[in-house]
């Protein structure tokens, strides 16, 4: 009886570290998508210059990594998820370009403020119906905001203009992200 027990406890281990293993000849899992900035590390303090605290502020260096294959192009949304605009589950858009050419590893700082960049990428209107970049703006008074910066990797180009709102925008990538990755800065004056 009691060879009976140990052989059922073996075949037990077996089969359930059979179902553990990952697939013979699948991808090795790896890091996902990961997105960072030279000019502030995650979760940092965002520098004056990239804030409403510069009278002109400009965007942040951005870098990717651990891209997924097929990715046809990227969609970043930068946002501030600590207000709520009228009560409502509404934020703060900062900043939304999409249709980044998916062999992209990054984006340069200071990207311009036109709707639509030489590469294809495709600037939207900011919360303050300004195209481009709106640095973060929390007042002094209350806690560091948490800006996020959000990068879909996308298996499509979106067939939306600079008019998109980000509504749009996310209804279009439902079903089409490959990967996600997430950059956080904080910030008040």
């Known amino acids: 009886m009691r060879i009976l027990t140990v052989g059922a406890i073996v075949l037990a ?3 359930g570290s059979a179902f553990a293993q990952p697939k013979a000849g699948g991808p090795p899992p790896g890091p996902g998508l990961t997105i960072t900035s030279p ?3 995650d979760g940092g303090v965002i520098p004056n210059k990239f804030t409403q605290a510069d009278p002109m502020p400009v965007s942040p260096k951005l870098d990717w990594t651990h891209v997924p294959a097929g990715t046809m192009s990227f ?6 998820p600590d207000v709520a605009i009228q009560k409502k589950t509404d934020d703060v858009l900062h900043w939304m370009i999409f249709n980044i050419p998916g062999t992209a590893t990054g984006l340069p700082g200071g990207v311009a403020a036109t709707a639509k960049l030489d590469d294809g990428s495709i600037n939207a209107k900011n919360l303050r ?6 640095g973060p703006g929390a007042p002094p008074a209350g806690p560091y905001h948490h800006y996020t910066f959000e990068l879909f990797a996308l298996d499509m180009k979106l067939d939306l ?3 998109a ?3 749009d925008v996310l209804a279009a990538i439902n079903g089409h ?5 997430v950059l956080e800065g904080r910030f008040h004056r």
């Open 13 to 15: 281990a077996s089969v």
């Open 39 to 41: 000019d502030f590390e």
């Open 75 to 80: 969609a970043l949304i930068l946002h501030d």
């Open 129 to 134: 119906g300004g195209v481009g970049y709106m």
């Open 161 to 163: 203009g600079p008019d």
């Open 165 to 167: 709102t980000r509504a």
């Open 177 to 181: 992200i490959l990967g996600k990755g």
